[in-house]
């Protein structure tokens, strides 16, 4: 799979794991989902994701008052990111990599 199509599912994975206000979702259990779908970073690297990438185009709010730091979207806001489920098998579909490389 071409880096892209990596990136761009571990975003919609991300997006998709952060509730609503005021629920949340701390880094250490983001990081333990991604490993559940076989995706390895570290904590930094999702804190990175989720303030210096994501949250220029989603409203992620961050409480940096507590240890691990706690994220969740705006309460008026609402994702509707569905991903097939048949989406994993083809992640490693040389089709798949030929999409998102186009």
Known sequence: ???????????ITILQSIPSHP??????ELLQLLE???MYLT????QRDLSERL???????????TRPYRWSLDNQYHVDL?????WAAGYS???????AAT
């Open 1 to 11: 799979m071409s880096d892209f199509a990596g990136v761009f599912y571990r975003y």
């Open 23 to 28: 629920r949340y979702i701390t880094t250490p």
């Open 36 to 38: 559940q779908r076989g």
């Open 43 to 46: 904590q930094r690297s999702i």
């Open 55 to 65: 949250s220029i185009h989603f409203p992620i709010l961050c409480d940096e008052s």
């Open 82 to 86: 569905p991903v097939p489920n048949n």
């Open 93 to 99: 579909n040389p089709n798949v990599s030929s999409l």
